[in-house]
């Protein structure tokens, strides 16, 4: 696609519900990001793949995050037993990365835990 | 480990003014330098990148950045602003070789007065 797809684009769910959310990245692009952006805060990365390595995974806030990445494409992050703090914009990102490096942000999934 | 401050969380400018915020990094080599903007509701652009080479960047929509090795510094300038520069700004260091993962500072609110 022409640019990096995240699906749903807004999510509310119940407090202990699981939820996934999915980004299709640039297609050719080898590394693919995840970070979480809450209400008047930064960035903050949550995992990171590149090509076949084993993914980056230092950022999850708990083991109630876990990602993957299939195919080396599409990504599906899943939070479970979701947790009201757990409210926040998710952004994916991918990148070819090399001399010419430079993330592409997907417009964010939006979840709302109630 | 890396990280980046920027200092203001609000900068208010009138429409016309000229513009600078500030950015500073901490990073032991030679880093990868990233302003990206995002408008509300959307995705994050870049708007201009370092890696080496000559130390003033220019990028998009009139914005330039200046790279300070002796103050950690990466700031962003613009001598106009105009009413559609009302965004979020974020700084962004990477590191230079290797796998890398762009780490990102808080945000700075640019806030424009007709």
Known sequence: ?114 | AQSVTQPDIHITVSEGASLELRCNYSYGATPYLFWYVQSPGQGLQLLLKYFSGDTLVQGIKGFEAEFKRSQSSFNLRKPSVHWSDAAEYFCAVGSSGGSYIPTFGRGTSLIVHP
């Open chain 1, 1 to 114: 696609g022409a640019g990096v797809s995240q699906s749903p684009s807004n999510k509310v769910t119940e407090k202990g519900k699981d939820v996934e959310l999915r980004c299709d990245p640039i297609s050719g692009h080898t590394a693919l990001y995840w970070y979480r952006q809450s209400l008047g805060q930064g960035l903050e990365f949550l995992i990171y793949f590149q090509g076949n390595s084993a993914p980056d995974k230092s950022g999850l806030p708990s083991d109630r995050f876990s990602a993957e990445r299939t195919g080396g494409s599409v990504s599906t992050l899943t939070i479970q037993r979701t947790q009201q703090e757990d409210s926040a914009v998710y952004l994916c990102a991918s990148d070819k990365q090399g001399t010419s490096t430079e993330a592409f942000f997907g417009q964010g999934t939006r979840l709302t835990v109630v």
